[in-house]
């Protein structure tokens, strides 16, 4: 029905800077929430950003605070994250969901997204 497609990811130096695209397609969504989750190996997974429908609210994780941005285009169907001054612990399978349900606001919880892409892997070497 949904399908969300992540590309960008790669190799990089510690301290560089990375772009992420989530890209959305199938049934025509309105009024969703997209979030960014990643997962590193033997972890559970966890949040990173969300960004609502409107793109007026977002949030990022503690662990990356100002580091990373999230944004989406105009037709609200792409969504980016923008990662700078990587850390060796952002090392992850990084994850983009959507959440057709979500008002006004998006959620931090996982629970919350219906949809979700294959993921695309982040490595930083140090």
């Known amino acids: 029905q949904v399908q969300l497609a992540e590309s960008g990811g790669g190799l990089v130096q510690a301290g560089g800077s990375l772009s992420l695209s989530c890209a959305v397609s199938?049934?025509?969504?309105?009024?969703?929430?997209v979030g960014w989750f990643r997962q590193a190996p033997g972890k559970e997974r966890e949040f990173v950003a969300a960004?609502?429908?409107?793109?007026?609210?977002?949030y990022n994780s503690d662990s990356v605070k100002a580091r990373f941005t999230i944004s989406r285009d105009s037709a609200k169907i792409t969504v980016y994250l923008r990662m700078t001054n990587l850390k060796s612990e952002d090392t992850a399978v990084y994850y983009c969901a959507a959440d057709p349900k979500s008002g006004p606001s998006a959620s931090r919880s996982e629970l919350a997204y219906d949809y979700w892409g294959q993921g695309t892997q982040v490595t930083v070497s140090s």
């Open positions: 960004i609502s429908w409107s793109g007026l609210s977002t």
């Open positions: 199938g049934r025509t969504l309105t009024w969703y929430s």
